[in-house]
């Protein structure tokens, strides 16, 4: 798990270097799958449920799954990169969102508040604490900063597959749900909206919008519960 988490967070890293205005994300895919096959990783969510891509690569009001393609994106666009590898029978997954050039503040502040939705989350990842603990703060987090947290997709275990038991709401209430224990992995995944939390998919069934069309963000991090603190597996 280590391992191809490694791989994982150094392809998003890198990859995360190319999102730039007038670059497309179907470059943005190839470059990401380039770099997993070069450490002998394999892009596992191409032929997961048919899909074809490396990644998903989500503009704006895309929530995630957005699909790889001629786009070209746009300064003041933010673009969410979820990259996921497998190695040796095990699987990594990992996302973030990056804003292109100068965006107005508001996104910005949401962009921010992403990322401190995930980590507070993985603060709540300990032994003994449930999932309960990570969906509160997460959701708590989000609303505190005056946005809503996507209440139709989690996050999940992650392991010998891409996408295990337990489910994890983005919201919820302390010491509710399964107890955690040290040997878990989990991806843990805020989704949060300018807008409302209401989201659906389009034609293509897979890209997932915010319903509103409000703009979305999404970070994702892989995570080893332990006997202490929590390791994040898919850490720089």
Not at 137 to 159: M, P, T, W
Not at 185 to 206: F, R, S
């Amino acid at each position: 798990m280590k391992e191809v988490c490694s791989i994982t967070a150094e392809a998003l890293a890198r990859t995360s270097g190319e999102i730039k205005e007038g670059v497309t994300t179907e470059y943005l895919d190839s470059f990401a799958e380039r770099l997993i096959r070069e450490r002998k990783a394999v892009p596992v969510f191409i032929g997961y449920r048919g899909y074809r891509h490396a990644t998903c690569i989500s503009v704006n009001e895309e929530v995630v799954h957005g699909i790889p393609s001629r786009r070209v994106i746009q300064a003041g666009d933010i673009v969410s990169l979820d990259v996921g590898a497998k190695l040796s029978g095990y699987c990594g997954d990992t996302a973030a969102t990056f804003p292109v050039g100068k965006v107005v503040k508001k996104t910005l502040k949401l962009v921010r508040a992403g990322e401190q939705a995930l980590q507070a989350g993985i603060k709540q990842a300990r032994a003994g604490n449930h999932l309960g603990d990570i969906s509160s703060a997460i959701q708590k987090i989000a609303e505190k900063n005056g946005f809503s947290v996507v209440r139709d997709l989690y996050g999940h275990g992650v392991g010998v597959d891409l996408h295990e038991d337990p489910l994890i709401p983005n919201y919820g209430r302390p010491g509710e749900g399964p107890e955690l224990k040290p040997g878990m992995t989990l991806a843990i995944e805020p989704m949060l909206n300018i807008g409302g939390w209401k989201i659906k998919t389009l034609d293509d069934g897979w890209t997932v919008i915010t319903e509103d069309r409000s703009l979305s963000c999404h970070f994702e991090h892989t995570v080893l519960i332990t006997d202490g603190d929590p390791e994040i597996l898919t850490a720089i």
